[in-house]
């Protein structure tokens, strides 16, 4: 079992910066690609950032490419997700997710989750 855990949330003006990190419990940490989602009020948890096990490969949802920049450090056991440019549709809860490839069923470990909220 994998327990992640948010920090870094808070609040920040509109064209602001913040950084989120969710640091992982275990040792097998550097195996897992990681993934960032978040969650607005009244809508449905979407898909923002990925970063594969070793940290060559990344993936943005189109709404954050080119603000967002997604790094990890395998020493730390931990993921980073540098946000800029912040708009205030950026405002929800942020949750790192990581995906265990033994188990094979997609991103299989939540973190509880960091609010960000952009004020305009």
């Known amino acids: 079992q994998v327990q992640l855990v948010e920090s870094g949330g808070g609040l920040v003006q509109a064209g602001g910066s913040l950084r989120v990190s969710c640091e992982a419990s275990?040792?097998?940490?550097?195996?897992?690609?990681m993934g960032w989602f978040r969650q607005a009020p009244g809508k449905e948890r979407e898909f923002v950032a990925t970063?594969?096990?070793?940290?060559?490969?990344?993936l943005y949802a189109d709404s954050v490419k080119g603000r967002f920049t997604m790094s990890r450090d395998n020493a730390k056991n931990t993921v980073y997700l540098q946000m800029s440019s912040l708009k205030p549709d950026d405002t929800a809860v942020y949750y790192c997710?990581?995906?265990?490839?033994?188990?094979?069923?997609?991103?299989?470990?939540w973190g509880q989750g960091t609010q960000v909220t952009v004020s305009s």
């Open positions: 275990g040792r097998t940490f550097s195996r897992y690609a």
């Open positions: 970063i594969s096990w070793s940290g060559v490969r990344t």
């Open positions: 997710a990581a995906d265990d490839p033994s188990v094979g069923a997609g991103f299989d470990y």
